[in-house]
């Protein structure tokens, strides 16, 4: 249906995954996508993606009509295409639901949509009437709308909400079908030994409901645009640094509303994971805070964060937080000594051991500690088999002698010679990661199927072409599982070890 979907794939996938042997599958953030379909710059901190609703689902409740499926790429996501296909149908979900069409709900009484409206409408109202906006100004960012809508004035507010009435009604309804199919695919996953590892990026996208919203949040000027944007500082991936664009927050403000706004972020996301990636931990401690005039990184300057004040108040509000610190980047004794302080596993990168990373010593498997998420590559690099065939040179972040020196640092350390180094030097970097002492080990799933750079999901910096890779079926074998598995089993990690990460 033109993406993956919860339902029965969703199923079929955790299915395969303990068959396998694993224990923890983590995803990507679960948000609309916004700007070049980026999760990382989602429509909204809070709600979830309706391109994830299971069509099959809704057609087994009675809600849709089965029908012929559109012909739609399998090998890679069409979001335009599986966007139009998916809004028609949910439509049409919609509608029968309303006419109380189907044998187990009562429609827009049903006592269990109307509870989830009341216990989300901090978030759920804003979003619904931002996303109809949106859509109704042509997708035009909200900067862009008449300055009654623009700057939330409440005679403009209250005509839109009843103008739009149905709209919001219709994605009050998707997001409530949303959160239903989501808490049976995580019940289903707990059945199975399995936990949920969620990706909560440290910024929001300006063009969101959340900035919409909160501009007394953000570092705004007086039509709602950024004085200031968020990036990171000349590196690996980027020799003039990367200007992501998000608008970098008021701390003060958070602060002294004793960070209301990020605790219900952080409240939402343990509603749906077991543990959640914090994306950018740095920033938490200091940001590169770019002029939003600039077109690159490279005239950044770093300013403070929070620091141990915000997980201090999040600690207090919610208990205490399973969450993974993605330490990657520009990292200082402070920022460690921050992860340390409250105990957080931090991230070691198998890919970026044989070359110029400040932490490449740390991140080769000898090193790591016990206390550590350790992967063999993230979202954000090549494959493992994209990286070791890269020759270098100007389409790569790496010289063909860095490259080379690369491929011989990691032969050498995996043990591998001969003419099938090619072939073996994934599975042997798969092996090290889990064979270390590491109590968790994440395998991206394009290294485990051993794919090429075809199969690489994000390259930082480019605007198009990212986020569109899939996953067949056909690829996830038995053969697979079991080898995997016999990995889980030499290496001793079963449901005794790495409980929590």
């Not at 092996?431 to 109590?439: I, K, L």
Request: hydrophobic share 40%; net charge negative; with cysteine.
């Amino acid at each position: 249906m033109g993406c993956g979907a919860l339902g029965p794939t969703a199923d079929r996938f955790a299915s395969w995954l303990a068959q396998a042997g694993l224990r923890w599958w983590q995803m990507l953030p679960v948000g609309p996508p916004g700007y070049g379909n980026s999760p990382y710059s989602a429509l909204s901190a809070f709600a979830g993606n309706p391109l994830l609703i299971g069509l099959e689902t809704l057609e087994q409740a009675g809600l849709l009509a089965s029908e012929p499926l559109p012909e739609l790429p399998t090998d890679h996501v069409d979001y335009a295409a599986a966007a139009s296909y998916r809004d028609g149908r949910l439509r049409q979900a919609f509608e029968a639901w309303s006419r109380g069409g189907s044998t187990r709900s009562t429609g827009p009484q049903d006592p269990a949509f109307l509870q989830f409206c009341q216990e989300q409408a901090g978030w759920l109202d804003d979003y619904v009437l931002f996303a109809a906006l949106k859509e109704a100004h042509g997708g035009a960012p909200w900067t862009a709308w008449e300055s009654g809508l623009r700057d939330r004035l409440g005679s403009a507010l209250t005509q839109a909400r009843e103008e739009l009435r149905d709209e919001l009604d219709r994605r009050r309804f998707e997001q409530w079908i949303f959160e239903v199919q989501w808490r049976r695919l995580r019940a289903r996953c707990t059945s199975l030994g399995i936990g949920l590892i969620g990706d909560l990026p440290i910024f929001v996208a300006h063009d969101s409901a959340d900035v919409w919203t909160h501009r007394d949040l953000f570092l705004l000027d007086d039509r709602g645009m950024p004085t200031v944007v968020a990036g990171v500082p000349p590196d690996y991936f980027s020799r003039t640094g990367q200007r992501w664009g998000n608008p970098l927050y008021r701390w003060d403000v958070l602060r002294a509303d004793g960070y209301g706004w990020w605790i219900e972020r952080l409240r939402q996301a343990l509603r749906r994971f077991d543990a959640i990636r914090l994306d950018h931990f740095i920033g938490f401690l200091r940001c590169w805070e770019i002029p939003a005039s600039d077109p690159t990184a490279e005239r950044g300057r770093w300013v403070p964060g929070p620091g141990a004040h915000f997980f201090e108040s999040a600690g207090a509000a919610l208990g205490e937080l399973p969450l993974i610190a993605e330490d990657l980047g520009a990292v200082s004794p402070e920022v460690i000594a921050l992860r340390d302080a409250f105990d957080l596993p931090g991230i070691r990168i198998l890919q970026f051991a044989f070359g110029t990373d400040p932490q490449a010593r740390s991140f080769l498997p000898h090193n790591y500690p016990r206390h550590a998420a350790v992967y063999t590559g993230t979202h954000d690099n090549d494959t493992l088999r994209g990286w070791y065939t890269d020759p270098g040179g100007d389409e790569s972040p790496r010289s063909p002698a860095q490259a080379d020196k690369e491929r011989r640092r990691a032969l050498e350390y995996l043990g591998i010679e001969g003419e099938r180094a090619a072939s073996d030097v994934g599975w042997a970097m798969i092996r090290a990661v889990v064979a270390s002492v590491a109590n968790l080990a994440i395998l991206p799933l394009q290294d485990v199927l051993d794919l090429g750079s075809e199969a690489r999901m994000n390259r930082p910096g480019t605007p198009t072409g990212n986020w569109e890779w899939r996953c067949h079926s056909t690829q996830l074998s038995d053969a697979l599982a079991f080898r995997l598995s016999e990995l889980v089993r030499i290496y001793e990690r079963g449901p005794h070890r790495g409980a929590t990460p």
